[in-house]
């Protein structure tokens, strides 16, 4: 199974409201990442939080990393309809013998106006 | 800066041929990582390549093959073609740290090569 899994898997708000995604884990980890991509392009670096921090701020951006639980939470406030993307939590951690950036299955996210 | 590029971007192949695709990095990055994205997978780290080594692959065939020069730019090859092999194919870069130990820091996507297989 996935190291990184996400939820939910979609999520629909209105323009305005706030956006929260959570992604799990299951290793021991570097540091956590959040990318955004838009219809199958490439990724977008959101805003890494490493190990020993807790949360982190970036404009509209809130991360949570709780290392006891495994899990992290994006928050998103004020949603534009700009923001509606796919978003990815990445781990970077030792999972079956390499040192990997893993990737969630991602929360689609759409901001409707 | 310029971004990452990468080259094809969409490439249409039939089951046994091969195909290479390439990525140029960002000025000054050493790092290169290579993923496969399809809609049943999702994202899946292929290898990662610092100063032209290859310092960690991920649980692919061996018909999945990579390569870095010694300007950073990086090739992936695919021999053999498969159906399942359709897919994007991202590559990222990044400054990378020197040392056996790779860190993943922030990475800089290109755009993605969209490969089909007929």
């Known amino acids: 199974s996935q190291q990184g899994e996400e939820d939910p898997q979609a999520l629909s708000i209105q323009e305005g409201e706030n956006a929260t995604m959570n992604c799990s884990y299951k290793?021991?980890?570097?540091?956590l990442q959040w990318y955004r991509q838009n219809s199958g392009r490439g990724l977008v670096h959101l805003i890494l939080?490493?190990?020993?921090?807790r949360e982190k701020h970036s404009g509209r951006l809130r991360v949570t990393l709780d290392t006891s639980k495994k899990s992290s939470s994006l928050l998103i406030t004020a949603s534009r309809a700009a923001d509606t993307a796919s978003y990815f939590c990445?781990?970077?951690?030792?999972?079956?013998?390499?040192?990997?950036?893993?990737f969630g299955q991602g929360t689609r996210l759409t901001i409707n106006p | 800066k310029a971004g990452v590029t990468q080259t094809p971007r969409y490439l249409i192949k039939t089951r046994g041929q091969q195909v290479t695709l390439s990525c140029s990095p960002i000025?000054?990055?050493?790092?290169v990582s290579w993923y496969q994205q399809t809609p049943g997978q999702g994202l899946q780290f292929l290898f990662e390549?610092?100063?032209?080594?290859?310092?960690n692959k991920g649980n692919f065939p061996g018909r999945f093959s990579g390569r870095q020069f010694s300007n950073s730019r990086s090739e992936m090859n695919v021999s053999t073609l498969e159906l399942g092999d359709s897919a994007l194919y991202l590559c990222?870069?990044?400054?990378?740290?020197?040392?056996?130990?790779?860190?993943?820091?922030?990475?800089?996507f290109g755009p993605g090569t969209r490969l089909t297989v007929l």
């Open positions: 390549y610092f100063s032209e080594t290859q310092r």
């Open positions: 990222a870069s990044s400054l990378g740290l020197a040392g056996g130990q790779a860190i993943y820091n922030e990475q800089f």
């Open positions: 990445a781990t970077d951690a030792w999972v079956q013998g390499a040192q990997k950036l893993v």
């Open positions: 000025s000054g990055h050493r790092s």
């Open positions: 939080i490493r190990s020993n921090e």
């Open positions: 290793t021991s980890i570097n540091n």
